[in-house]
């Protein structure tokens, strides 16, 4: 049963307090064109922060412009700050919003566990253990930090750099020690790893990608919130949220996703801090997704 808001939000607490605790390229399309729209969202300066844009590229004609100006009307007027990244294979599109910009990672980074997990199994031309398993679908699923913990000190910090670097993640960096939901991400590098996922590369086989995508396919009901709303019908919808409370910059709220089947390629990361509360930041990933769906499905 999907849980309520106010309930979510008291799981979310719970969660979050143990908290604390070749690459794959998207190239710019040829012949691509540009829309370039202000943004005013962000507590810190909203429309007055000078120089920032919601920048989009595609070769599928108005395309650009109608994402950038749809995505800006999303995030304006909101009190929190945010970052976005998307690609699009199929209409030749990306966008990008404060995309290198540095946030704590909450429970997203728990995919790049797992990536490295399947890739040190890779190296060891090794399936994984039950018992890995059993964790890795505890800590995708559930967001189960336990889990994590154990998966964290398996893989060790050379373990998750190694995989950072085949995958051309160059701008995330692990939290030290135990605190893997203080690495610092971007919407770039997680737009990467949604791409890499879902795309043949060196870094990860086809049974280890599929295997991930298939645990991000399955999360619990009342993690489905995020970059999947409005997602259209006939996609495949692959997620991972995080959420965390800090005492500055309040919660930090995330999404990561990426949709596939019925003709569907695309990515999408949005990640956002200074919320009062997580659902606020939910209400502000899910804005901006639902006119990206929209936008790409009558697009397509």
């Known amino acids: 049963m999907r849980l309520t808001r ?9 969660v979050a307090a143990g908290v604390l605790l070749t690459a794959v390229g998207a190239a710019a399309p040829a012949l691509a064109v540009t829309g370039v729209h202000p943004s005013g969202g962000g507590r810190h300066g909203s429309a007055a922060v000078a120089g920032e844009r919601v920048v989009c590229t595609s070769a599928t004609p108005g395309l650009a412009p109608t994402l950038s100006r749809d995505i800006a009307d999303a995030f304006q007027g909101r009190e929190d700050t945010q970052a976005l990244a998307l690609y699009d294979a199929s209409t030749q599109t990306s966008c ?21 997990l399947l890739r040190q199994a890779q190296e060891a ?59 610092q991400i971007t919407a770039d590098d997680q737009l990467t790893l949604m791409r890499l996922l879902t795309h043949g590369n060196d870094v990860l086989g086809p049974g280890a990608r599929s295997y991930a995508l298939k645990l991000m396919r399955h999360v619990a009901p009342d993690q489905q919130w995020g970059a999947p709303a409005g997602h259209p019908a006939d996609a495949t919808s692959q997620v991972k949220n995080g959420w965390l409370p800090r005492t500055t910059e309040g919660w930090r709220v995330h999404s990561v996703a990426a949709f596939t089947g019925g003709g569907h390629d695309y990515g999408l990361a949005v990640l956002s801090r200074g919320n009062r509360t997580m659902d606020y930041g939910i209400d502000t990933i899910e804005a901006a997704s639902r006119v990206i769906h929209r936008d790409l499905d009558a697009a397509g």
């Open 6 to 14: 106010s309930s979510r939000r008291s799981r979310a607490v719970a």
């Open 96 to 116: 990008r919003f404060r995309a290198d910009d540095a946030f704590d990672s909450a429970s997203v980074v728990k995919v790049t566990v797992l990536g490295a």
């Open 125 to 183: 031309h090794r399936p994984l253990t039950a018992h890995e398993g059993k964790l890795a679908t505890a800590m995708i699923t559930r967001s189960d930090n336990a889990a994590t913990n154990k998966l964290w000190r398996q893989v060790g910090p050379d373990g998750i750099q190694r995989f950072l670097t085949l995958a051309g993640m160059t701008r995330t960096e692990p939290g030290d020690g135990p605190t893997w939901g203080l690495t």
